[in-house]
Nanobody, 113 residues
């Protein structure tokens, strides 16, 4: 199982940013996919989930601003982040559970005020 997150960067508060996570090594279409984040000095926290059939769920802190989606043909999960806030600054990780839980390597998102 491999998960390769990309798309992070520096963005001004209020701006958008889109993350991608390319998956391989498992049957992507039947796997739930997750985004987590870890801010400096804080524990990793769950951000969003998308099930194999496209049901989504979000942490309260990002609800209404972030959108998780998936493209099974491309084996990719996305996180569209809008109205970004400085407190969204973190390393963002994608993950999946296919038996064990697997993590991608993370991509840094920095939101300047």
């Amino acid at each position: 199982v491999q998960l390769q997150a990309s798309g992070g960067g520096l963005v001004q508060a209020g701006g958008p940013l889109s993350l991608s996570c390319a998956a391989s090594g498992f049957i992507f279409s039947i796997a739930p996919m997750y985004w987590y984040r870890q801010a400096p000095g804080k524990q990793r926290e769950w951000v969003a989930t998308i099930t194999s059939i496209g049901n989504t769920n979000y942490a309260d802190s990002v609800k209404g601003r972030f959108t998780i989606s998936r493209d099974n043909a491309k084996m990719t999960v996305y996180l569209q982040m809008n109205s970004l806030k400085p407190e969204d600054t973190a390393v963002y990780y994608c993950a999946t559970v296919v038996g064990p839980k697997y993590w991608g390597q993370g991509t840094q998102v920095t939101v300047s005020s």
